[in-house]
């Protein structure tokens, strides 16, 4: 997943560890906003003192036999290591960076190419799924990854409670899964999937992962270095501090051209942003893009370039749904109003999107509606003109007067008890854009009489899980393939009891969008399956429990005197950090290498990628579908 992203940083996640939620698809316990992970890089060029955040001394690079460090200064912490439990966009872009993937996106146009597996195909009736595994990848401690490494980790999903935690909902559908020899991987499905080409699903060696006990408590971040075989192995970690990665020389597709990648804990953003003006730091994303001031005031600046391109995230307000577990058990104290369709309009009637754009992103964003954004045009999807809830204050009045919250006489909206109506609105601490739209609703709520109460937290995640918020800010990254975001709001997705942690986002359950989610999961056809994900966002939009306020840009920016050049995906106008895939981080070439030039090298990053991409017969465009995590990630 990446992922992910949903909420606490964009997404605080899971009761038992502590889930913008990017990754990235699969069951996500957590939710908070998976919102991405910032970052901001320094390339080590001065000899390094250690420091609470880099413990190990750097060596400079001016000696010629010094480490080349990308260090990306991050404001979302690790929700987890451990590819079955992680959901934010920082952990899944990590588990990127460490482990293979079946498949993975092309970073020109996100469609699939080859992975850990070279090809695959599937039966007549689609039910049974062949992958061919290659036999060039190796763990980090010498060992061959084999099919049945691949075969292990689908296998203890589907029998593990704990293991299923951030990815569960890919395996669901599974019946079997074999590896008849070590480049064979069999998977026979109950019935037909069509995201066989998306299953963002890390592989882990099956001889290191076998000896956990406990897969919902194994967080993964003691035995250093992580045994991994993508193009980085992860060496060091301290929570809410740093997360160290080393080029893993032995990559098949080629060793990264930096030595060393450091994820660096920022809460301050503006210190990160200061840190890139002194070239301490070569990449900054912010909390979960830069703000407007920062990014015109670094376009200002000498050998700094601001990467400012449509995001792969929607930005939303949330609403209590009236939380319950699976089991029909209540959960948390949502403010019981909710349960009232016409008052969850109202509210949205009251929020002036064109404002939060102009405004508060400052015209890095367009106006939001549906949970796909406009990047991924194939699944984007706009109310009509008679659907639209649109700004309409006059309308929010007369629906709140229909569902019987009338004002009194000192203006306030109150039911039936008396009881003057105010709202609790979960926010991130360190998101100023959840504080500015918080303000904003103070003034177009108040005005309706409602009363507004801004409850920003370092850290969101007990409070949503346990549904203990009315209202909240929330969103996710999106993948190619939107499947995951898609199911986090299924009846599934909600945990089994209120002492369980599910993969729901905002306890939503509706029956008619199951069916749609079930008819989408199933249609190979890309034209009718778009159709189908179209009438799902359709759906819950007339729901009224998310409003999807906007698609914020990705704003980025990075040293060019210390990065010659970078990958963006998409190529023409894509984001460098919370990527689906390794592209950004596994190209960047630094300045001093000879190689390349300023600014942000989009193709031909990626040698021969297209020579390895398989059409299936018969499922005409499906391997280019697209997929969530989100990000998660997860992402």
């Excluded at 897969?215 to 993508?230: A, H, I, Q, R, T």
């Excluded at 600046?301 to 058990?329: Q, S």
């Excluded at 109460?453 to 969101?460: E, F, G, K, Q």
């Excluded at 894509?574 to 030039?597: C, F, L, M, T």
Aim: proline share 6%.
């Amino acid at each position: 997943m990446d992922t992910n992203d949903r909420y606490g940083g964009h997404h605080d996640t899971r009761r038992p560890r502590l889930r913008d939620r990017g990754r990235a698809r699969g069951a996500v316990p957590h939710r908070v906003r998976l919102a991405a992970a910032a970052g901001a890089a320094a390339l080590a060029l001065t000899a390094g003192l250690a420091t609470p955040l880099d413990p190990a001394p750097r060596e400079a690079l001016a000696a010629g036999g010094g480490k080349r460090t990308l260090t990306v200064a991050v404001a979302q912490s690790v929700d987890s290591l451990s590819p079955f439990l992680a959901v934010r966009l920082l952990s899944t872009s990590i588990h990127r960076l460490t482990y293979e993937y079946l498949t993975n996106y092309d970073p020109e146009d996100n469609h699939v190419v080859p992975g850990l597996a070279t090809r695959w195909k599937s039966s007549p009736d689609k039910l049974t799924w062949t992958y061919t595994i290659r036999s060039d990848s190796k763990w980090s401690d010498g060992k061959r990854a084999t099919a049945e490494d691949a075969a292990w980790t689908f296998n203890t999903m589907m029998t593990d409670e704990g293991a299923a935690t951030a990815n569960g909902s890919f395996v669901a559908n599974f019946e079997e899964v074999t590896a008849p020899s070590p480049t064979e991987l069999v998977i026979r499905l109950k019935k037909p999937q069509a995201t066989m080409t998306a299953l963002d699903v890390p592989i882990v060696p099956r001889h290191v992962w076998e000896k956990v006990d406990d897969f919902s408590k194994f967080n993964n971040d003691e035995d250093l270095p992580v045994v991994g075989n993508g193009p980085f192995v992860l060496t060091g970690y301290k929570a809410d501090s740093y997360v160290r990665l080393e080029a893993n020389e032995d990559f098949w597709r080629g060793a990264p051209k930096f030595d060393e990648l450091l994820f660096r804990y920022y809460k301050d953003q503006d210190a990160a942003v200061s840190a890139l003006r002194k070239g301490e730091v070569s990449f900054v994303a912010g909390s979960p893009s830069l703000t407007p001031a920062q990014a015109a005031s670094l376009g200002r600046e000498k050998d700094i370039k601001v990467n400012d391109a449509p995001g792969r995230r929607f930005y939303a307000l949330a609403t209590n749904p009236g939380a319950r577990a699976g089991n029909g058990e209540k959960m948390g104290d949502g403010h019981p109003s909710l349960l009232d369709r016409r008052v969850r309009h109202a509210l949205f009637r009251a929020v002036d999107r064109k404002a939060i754009v102009d405004k508060v992103f400052q015209g890095h964003a367009v106006d939001g509606a549906g949970y796909i954004p406009p990047r991924y045009e194939q699944y984007f999807w706009e109310p009509s003109a008679g659907q639209e809830l649109a700004y309409d204050p006059g309308e929010a009045a007369r629906l709140l007067d229909r569902a019987g919250f009338r004002k009194n006489g000192d203006g306030r909206r109150v039911g039936e008890d008396g009881k003057p109506l105010n709202y609790r609105v979960l926010c991130h601490a360190t998101d100023p854009n959840d504080k500015a739209i918080g303000k904003y609703l103070e003034e177009w709520w108040g005005d309706l009489g409602i009363g507004v109460t801004l409850d920003c937290r370092d850290n969101v995640t007990d409070p949503w899980l346990a549904g203990e918020y009315d209202l909240a800010f929330d969103g996710w990254s999106v993948n190619p393939d939107p499947d995951f975001v898609l199911s986090i709001h299924t009846c599934g997705a909600l945990p089994a009891t209120p002492e369980d942690t599910g993969a729901t986002d905002n306890f939503i359950c509706d029956k008619k969008y199951d069916d749609l989610y079930a008819r989408q999961l199933a249609e190979y056809d890309p034209v009718e399956r778009a159709n189908l994900v179209k009438r799902m966002q359709s759906r819950l939009y007339d729901l009224g429990y998310m409003n999807v306020m906007a698609y914020p840009n990705a704003v980025e920016a990075y040293r060019t005197d210390q990065i010659a050049s970078i990958t963006t995906m998409p190529s023409e106008a894509g984001n460098i950090y919370g990527q689906d895939g390794y592209w950004s981080w596994w190209s960047a070439v630094p300045a001093d290498s000879g190689e390349g030039s300023g600014g942000s090298s989009p193709t031909g990053v990626v040698v021969g990628i297209a020579m390895g991409a398989v059409v299936l017969a018969g499922l005409g465009t499906v391997v280019a579908m697209r997929r969530r995590a989100t990000a998660g990630d997860r992402e």
